[in-house]
């Protein structure tokens, strides 16, 4: 079965930078595909970055040029570089990932559309 474990948030002030990591068991980069998310209490999860078997990335708009995901080709590993932290990057992050035809179909945007099948249990990060 598919296990995914964050790790690497944090306090950090604002303008600095955390590394997160995510753990994953079970994932098949021939047919899976993984993000990050975040979620702010009362806000609905909000997708970050996603990352495709094929190498290619995407980031939304709001951590463009500053957040960088990256992940090894078994997708035993994902992470997330964040630099120049702002307040209102505070959330809670979330590893997730998902399988199927939309990973090959919407490449590494499928999280700005599809539903992720699994979920890791989150990692705070905290901007002051």
């Known amino acids: 079965h598919v296990q995914l474990v964050e790790s690497g948030g944090g306090s950090v002030q604002a303008g600095g930078s955390l590394r997160l990591s995510c753990a994953a068991s079970?994932?098949?980069?021939?047919?899976?595909?993984m993000a990050w998310f975040r979620q702010v209490p009362g806000k609905e999860r909000e997708g970050v970055a996603g990352?495709?078997?094929?190498?290619?990335?995407h980031t939304t708009d709001s951590v463009k040029g500053r957040f960088t995901i990256s992940a090894d080709n078994a997708f035993t590993t994902l992470d997330l570089q964040m630099n120049s932290l702002q307040p209102e990057d505070t959330a809670m992050y979330y590893c997730?990932?998902?399988?199927?035809?939309?990973?090959?179909?919407?490449?590494?945007?499928?999280?700005?559309?599809?539903?992720?099948?699994?979920w890791g249990q989150g990692t705070q990060v905290t901007v002051s």
């Open positions: 990352i495709n078997s094929d190498g290619s990335v």
């Open positions: 997730a990932a998902h399988r199927g035809w939309n990973c090959r179909m919407l490449g590494a945007r499928w999280y700005q559309v599809a539903r992720p099948d699994y």
């Open positions: 079970g994932l098949r980069p021939s047919t899976d595909c």
